[in-house]
């Protein structure tokens, strides 16, 4: 994994309905797990998408939870 190697992260989240609401937060890798990865998957697929269980589960390739410790935040139309 390379976060370990460089703990130097970056998440950007925009809005697909409008390009001009975006989220970015920059920063440190803090932890990386896979206990409770699937659990999370499921939870926000059931919550954003309906599913009972996300649908590309592989066992050969197992989720990761990764957390970051952020360093700088930026967001663009966010605030309506």
């Known amino acids: 994994m390379h976060v370990r190697r460089d703990p130097r992260l970056a998440v ?36 954003y998408r309906g599913w009972d269980e996300h649908p590309n589960q592989d066992p050969n390739n197992p989720r990761v939870t990764v957390k970051i410790l952020p360093e700088k935040i930026r967001e663009v139309g966010l605030d309506s």
Do not use: C, F, S, Y
């Open 12 to 47: 950007n989240v925009i809005d697909p309905t409008n390009q001009w609401r975006l989220g970015n937060v920059r920063g440190r890798l803090v932890d990386v797990t896979t206990e409770g990865a699937n659990d999370h998957i499921d939870a926000l697929g059931k919550r």
